[in-house]
């Protein structure tokens, strides 16, 4: 075994440093540098200089699975180093058997270990010394780990959040209570209104994204996110620790009621039944914008069997179990819908008056002031106000150090809001003529056998707001703004089927009446 240097005699040799923290409280990038500090003060008392650093960042010395330990360690078996500096024994390991193994090749590398914050004795009672060193670390990891574990379970029965992550819709206050994100609970009582309403996740999750929502780490929806939120009685006001076997019912404020609570969990097992065997997909793509025109609740799209040929039937069913409004074949609401569109939007004077309309709209858009532009500008003349002011004290001679440092800091945040300023004027909104309007208008006429089920979710989004269906009319609201609609408040039904386009401008609502089935 190659022979054990004395401190004194260390000067040439080649010495490295190995600096670990592990993910606990208060653990940072500062314990980092509090060890470096130390070692590299040992190193300089005894004539030594650290060469190299490795460094394990928010690993615990629980396990050897740490990317730079190992390369220490592999590097070791090249010869690269003599000796390696920690701060203390706990640094290097706190299981026992890692720590036997490593120093163990360690030495038959001819390499040794020395500590900057405890005592290095070298012969047997510094072998002695160091066991009993690991032997406290390994026990006092153990104990921590124990009293870590009551601890969070008496948090967890105070009803306290025991990690970092928080369920979208919560935050926490000072006593790390959970406590409902006004930010954010938006999102939750809309997946839960919607979800429960019928809307399919796919639906739902393009919906959140549009909207500018994220899901709690900051990411996209995905149909995985709504299946989760659905899941979680925590938005119902259930506090839940598995991992602490605690439940407690009224543990945090509920975000939606036992009633949504209900509702979305009756269709979470519907989804469930409608993804077996006899399952029919169909596209339901008046979903979302369509209400029950009795009691006011969002349609929803269903599915049945013959039991005699197997045949699938689909409809629009009211999301309220209570309502007793009869269920709309799908199809033939559907083309309803449809062909309204077409009688009322798509054809040659109401398309005119509509591209007039999108003109319009533009041009009043592009004569908008910019409220970014003017925010950045306000700014900007604040800061060169200020800037003046400390030049005049500078010229005056009563300026100090500390004005000349914000003079800097001022024109540097000048130089910055003008090269934004210039970015936003060098933008050029994408405008289009009556004729560009009119073309993109006119590839919605298609022949009606080519009309499918693609076809009709995209004049749907396009053209409608929303929909109203009870037993015996159909309402069907436009996007159409309240001005144009206000050029035909007066015109009768009559009126409006007459080919004069000076009369049938837009229609916002349109009335179909339906015949009992």
């Given at each position: ?25 208060g ?11 130390d ?35 592999r590097?070791?078996?090249k010869g ?82 025991i ?16 406590i ?24 739902i ?53 036992d ?20 399952s ?14 009795e ?33 709309v ?12 569109i ?121 053209f ?54």
């Amino acid at each position: 075994m190659p022979r054990k240097k004395k401190l004194q005699e260390v000067g040439g040799l080649r010495l490295v440093a190995y600096y670990r923290y592990s993910g606990g409280s208060g653990q940072t990038e500062q314990s980092i540098e509090g060890q470096r500090r130390d070692c590299e003060a040992y190193a300089k008392l005894h004539g030594m200089t650290i060469q190299h650093e490795y460094i394990d960042r928010h690993i615990s010395g629980k396990t050897d699975d740490r990317v730079s330990f190992q390369q220490m360690i592999r590097d070791s078996d090249k010869g690269a180093f003599d000796m390696v500096i920690c701060w203390k024994t706990d640094r290097f390991a706190r299981n026992r058997y890692d720590s036997a193994v490593y120093k163990k090749r360690l030495r038959d590398n001819g390499v040794e270990i020395i500590y900057a914050a405890e005592s290095n004795i070298s012969g047997a009672e510094g072998i002695i010394i160091e066991g009993l060193m690991e032997s406290l670390a390994e026990y006092y990891s153990a104990e921590l780990a124990e009293k870590m574990r009551r601890g969070m379970r008496e948090s967890a029965l105070k009803c306290q959040a025991i990690n970092r992550c928080r369920p979208l819709g919560f935050t926490t206050d000072a006593g790390k209570k959970f406590i409902i994100d006004e930010r954010t609970a938006p999102a939750v009582r809309f997946i839960f209104e919607h979800y429960a309403a019928g809307e399919s996740a796919a639906y739902i999750v393009e919906q959140l994204n549009e909207k500018g929502y994220r899901t709690s780490q900051g990411n996209e929806f995905n149909k995985s996110s709504i299946n989760r939120i659905i899941q979680n009685e925590m938005y119902r006001g259930v506090y839940i620790s598995k991992a602490y076997d605690v439940r407690i019912e009224g543990g945090v404020p509920a975000i939606v009621d036992d009633e949504l609570w209900r509702r979305a969990q009756a269709m979470a097992k519907l989804n469930k039944q409608k993804r077996a065997k006899y399952s029919a997909k169909a596209d339901y793509f008046l979903s979302g914008k369509l209400y029950c025109g009795e009691c006011g609740c969002l349609m929803k799209g269903i599915s049945g069997h013959s039991s005699t040929n197997g045949e699938v039937y689909r409809y629009y069913a009211c999301s309220n179990p209570k309502c007793k409004k009869h269920n709309v074949p799908k199809e033939e609401l559907e083309g309803k819908v449809i062909q309204a569109i077409i009688d009322n939007l798509l054809q040659p004077e109401a398309m005119e008056a509509l591209a007039e309309a999108m003109v319009a709209v533009q041009e009043t858009d592009a004569d908008k002031p910019n409220a970014e532009r003017e925010a950045i500008q306000q700014e900007l003349a604040d800061v060169r106000r200020r800037s003046k002011n400390i030049l005049d004290a500078i010229e005056n001679g009563t300026a100090n150090p500390h004005l000349t440092a914000r003079l800097d800091e001022l024109t540097e945040r000048e130089n910055t809001l003008r090269f934004q300023l210039s970015t936003l004027t060098d933008e050029k909104p994408l405008r289009f003529t009556k004729e560009e309007y009119l073309f993109l208008l006119e590839q919605f006429l298609i022949d009606p056998a080519e009309r499918n089920e693609d076809y009709g979710r995209r004049v749907v989004h396009t053209f409608v707001t929303s929909m109203e269906v009870s037993d015996s009319k159909l309402l069907i609201y436009f996007n159409i703004s309240e001005e144009n609609a206000d050029k035909n408040k007066n015109a009768s039904p009559s009126e409006l089927q007459k080919e004069s386009s000076t009369v049938k401008r837009l229609v916002r609502v349109a009335r179909i009446e339906l015949t009992a089935s």
